[in-house]
């Protein structure tokens, strides 16, 4: 049995420590984030683990942020940055600087018997400077009013969903079906192959302009797999989420 949570309180942090962890590590948690699509490769990951070692109630790994390469390109990144990023002229240019100076946020996760403890807010606020570099962003679909993020330093702007987005999620409604499935992709896919031939024929279209945004799925067959891909992209992400490291200016 764990403890409770009263005591838990009493424990953090001065019992409790943060360091890097290892890709197995993250796998013990990673069960329990709302997102099932994978993520990219981790440049960083972070473990908060108890310093008291005779608790065997206390799991070894309560919680873990993972760190990763950045996007190549949002629009969001270039107005909260000034244009910065867009100074270089060319595609391979830019991309390297935004390799040399940007990270990105991909996971955080805490066990969810140890929530409503402040362990979040803590492991963000802790690891974002361990990282070391002048920025750190991450895209979420939690609301912009969720106070998590910006209590641990992040800064906010919304994020309006590309017309791509809008065409395909609208296509799917035209159809009958809606995005609502994206917790039930098996359920998804069967109505989607009940569709007659000429709905089916309109929707592909869509789908295959929508998938050309993706590097290497374009051509994906009309299986399950490709209606998780489909579902695990909607809704857009409708937060744009920046931290900039105080001891590092990303213009030098």
């Not at 908060?48 to 993972?66: A, D, E, M, Q, S």
């Not at 996971?107 to 070391?132: C, D, Q, Y």
């Amino acid at each position: 049995m764990f403890i409770r949570a009263g005591l838990l309180r009493m424990l953090i942090p001065k019992n409790l420590f943060i360091s890097k962890g290892t890709f197995t590590e993250y796998k013990k948690l990673e069960r329990y984030h709302y997102s099932k699509q994978e993520p990219g490769p981790f440049t960083h990951i972070f473990c908060i683990r108890p310093r008291i070692k005779n608790y065997k109630t206390l799991p070894p790994i309560i919680g873990v942020h993972t760190i990763g390469m950045p996007l190549p390109d949002l629009r969001p990144r270039t107005k909260a940055t000034n244009e910065f990023f867009k100074k270089p002229k060319s595609k391979s240019e830019r991309l390297k600087l935004v390799n040399k100076k940007i990270r990105y946020a991909s996971r955080i996760i805490i066990n969810p018997l140890f929530h409503n403890l402040g362990l979040a807010k803590w492991l963000i606020s802790e690891t974002l400077p361990m990282v070391g570099f002048p920025i750190i962003e991450t895209l979420t679909h939690i609301d912009y009013t969720n106070v998590l993020c910006v209590k641990a330093g992040y800064k906010v702007f919304n994020t309006p969903s590309p017309a791509y987005y809008t065409k395909l999620c609208n296509a799917i409604r035209k159809t009958g079906l809606t995005v609502d499935f994206r917790l039930l992709p098996e359920t998804f896919h069967k109505r989607l192959e009940m569709l007659s031939p000429e709905t089916r024929l309109e929707l592909e279209q869509e789908i295959h302009q929508f998938l050309s945004r993706f590097h290497g799925r374009y051509d994906m067959p009309p299986n399950l797999e490709r209606s998780r891909f489909i579902l695990s992209k909607i809704p857009y992400p409708c937060c744009y989420l920046i931290w900039f490291n105080p001891e590092m200016d990303f213009r030098r």
